[in-house]
């Protein structure tokens, strides 16, 4: 099993926070971000753990190698004009590498919080793609915003726990049977048709109104879940967050 970690991003909505380091830099309860994903990984037995910066790529990069002993990064230098899914790309080698080794891949945004049972949860998951939900979203969003439904997206299930939908603009809690976290993982078996089908995109069209390079990767996820309609919902019942505003460093978990 192997990780990586987008973190690529600059973080405009916690400035000043990081006008001298990447977003995931900053600091949860006096922890960088990225800490708090890099020991769950460990914790659950995974070290070949990859990042990929853009950001002050340099900073983020040394942090790493000196704090946890991390030598595998990838750089997006196109980050201010690209999005997640061009991020996960720019570790194309380290994608190819589980492939030929045979190895699933846990895919992990850098501006969320979660601990070793989400991703023991994860690992012991047997499907082709498997995808973290939070059934009980609504609490932390209650939290996070005055109305949830202002930030909350999308995310509808079949009868066999599949997701159907995800990463839509939701227009009512009907729409919404959990929230995706950010966390995913690719099967060895799987990854060579994942590799496959980003190469197959149209490059020349829109995607949920953004152009290729700018792709979000719920739009790629689920475009994923329309060709193939095998990525199950990996249920988890709190304990995480997503850092995006200077309010979010506040929740206590």
Known sequence: MKAIILAAGFGSRLMPLTKDNPK?????????LISYEIKALKDAGISDIAVVGG?????????IQERFNL??????????????????FC?????????????????SYADIIYFKDSIE???????DLAIVIDKEWKKLWQKRFENPLDDAETLKLDNKGFIKELGKKAKSYDEIEG????????????????????DSLDKNILYDG?????????????SLIDTFNN????????????????SDLGIVL
């Open 71 to 88: 030598y595998t990064f990838y750089e997006n230098k196109n980050y201010a004009n690209t999005n997640m899914v061009q991020t996960l």
């Open 121 to 127: 949860k994860l690992m012991q998951a047997k499907d």
């Open 24 to 32: 995931c830099m900053v600091k949860y309860q006096n922890e960088e």
């Open 231 to 246: 990525a199950k919902a990996i249920e988890i019942y709190g304990n995480w967050c997503e850092i995006d505003f200077k």
């Open 210 to 222: 953004k152009d290729f390079n700018n792709m979000y990767m719920t739009s790629f996820l689920q």
């Open 179 to 198: 929230q995706y976290i950010g966390l995913f993982k690719i099967s060895a078996n799987f990854l060579p048709s994942f590799l496959n089908f980003y």
């Open 91 to 107: 570790a194309r080698e380290f994608l190819q590498k589980c492939v030929e080794q045979k190895e699933d891949l846990i895919v």
């Open 55 to 63: 950001y002050l790529f340099d900073i983020l990069k040394k942090f």
